[in-house]
């Protein structure tokens, strides 16, 4: 009898650690989604600025801004987009380094 309740109590421990892991991850994988989303508007935003401004974006330079996945760091260089005075300009400001742009 005692085992029975043992093994019934381990199955229920088991249960209730997959759905406690399960929520946590959910709310996890939310988060960063939540945090990819802002990211990807502020670079669509970016870049719908800067063709406003300097004419139609080279391939290199959309890919470069979709490459961040940092909102913040992408508030600040749409901040450098209203400052530069050339697309070159704002192209030089970039990060060269992709660990910097990228989290």
């Known amino acids: 009898m005692l085992e029975e ?26 988060a960063r989604g939540e945090a990819r989303g802002e990211a990807s508007g502020l670079g669509l935003a ?3 600025f800067l ?3 300097f004419g139609r974006l ?9 490459a961040f ?8 260089l749409t901040r450098s987009a209203y400052r530069a005075e050339s697309l070159q300009a704002f ?3 970039l990060p060269k380094d ?3 742009k990228m989290q």
């Open 5 to 30: 309740r043992a093994a019934q109590w381990k199955e229920e421990y088991i249960r209730q650690g997959i759905l406690i892991g399960e929520a946590r991850g959910r709310t996890e994988g939310e």
């Open 98 to 100: 992709d660990a910097k």
């Open 46 to 48: 970016l870049r719908d």
């Open 69 to 76: 996945s940092d909102a913040a760091a992408l508030r600040e």
């Open 91 to 93: 192209v030089d400001q």
């Open 51 to 53: 063709e406003v401004r």
């Open 58 to 66: 080279p391939v290199s330079v959309t890919s470069r801004i979709a």
